[in-house]
């Protein structure tokens, strides 16, 4: 539950970012992190659009350079875009000068002001700069861990299954790391939640 769920501490280091959404609504937020790549964002939109789900990728600016076709079809299918730097860079190894201009790099193509960072890590400079010119940084109330080897795709369902919550942030990856265990579950998790009487809704900019 310490990764599935963030640990306090980590709320108390970025207290203004969005960690959960209304929970008086009965609704989850679906997102996507690292895309998009062809290997895996297309069949994940498929996935989307079978149950009417919105989602909101947050891109890496380098893979939205590269495959311009993919960002313009996330956005064409009705899904929200964040920015989630341009070279996947953790806010930790680098000077706040060259976090923040990697940031701006990834933003000349995404056009967004939802954020956010990878590993969910930033610097307290990078966090209070990246608010302060108007981005919305988002974290997570349930990352699915659909990325980690040491899991099977019936652990990351059961993480869905387990974690979810009225207005859980939930996050998955449209990345070569998970698309395979996406490929055995995606489908399951989200008729699960709608089971449940969840809707799927995106995250809107502000």
């Given amino acids: 539950m310490f990764i599935e769920q963030p640990a ?15 929970p008086r609504e009965k609704s989850v937020y679906l997102t996507f992190d690292d895309g998009p790549i062809p290997e895996a964002t297309p069949w994940v939109l498929d996935v989307l659009d079978r149950f009417q789900a ?20 996330v956005r064409r299918r009705g899904h929200s875009i964040g920015n989630h730097t341009y070279n996947h860079v953790g806010g ?26 990878p590993h969910g890590w930033m610097g307290p400079v990078q966090y209070r700069t990246m608010r302060h010119f108007g981005y919305s940084v988002v974290m997570w109330d349930l990352v699915t861990r659909d990325y980690s080897r040491r899991l099977t795709a019936q652990d990351v369902l059961d993480n869905v299954k387990r974690y ?10 449209d990345s070569l790391k998970s698309i395979d265990k996406l490929k055995q579950i995606l489908p399951d998790a989200l008729q699960w939640l709608k089971d449940q009487g969840y809707e799927f809704r995106r995250i809107e900019e502000k």
């Fill in 164 to 173: 979810a919550r009225n207005g859980s942030i939930i996050t998955f990856h």
């Fill in 54 to 73: 919105k989602a909101t990728f947050f891109m890496v600016g380098d893979n939205a350079h590269r495959y311009p076709e993919l960002l313009e079809e």
């Fill in 92 to 117: 930790l190894r680098l000077s706040s000068w060259k976090y923040l201009y990697n940031c701006h790099r990834a933003a000349e193509i995404l056009h967004t002001r939802l954020f956010r960072p």
């Fill in 8 to 22: 306090r501490f980590l709320r108390w280091l970025y207290p203004h970012a969005v960690w959960r959404m209304d």
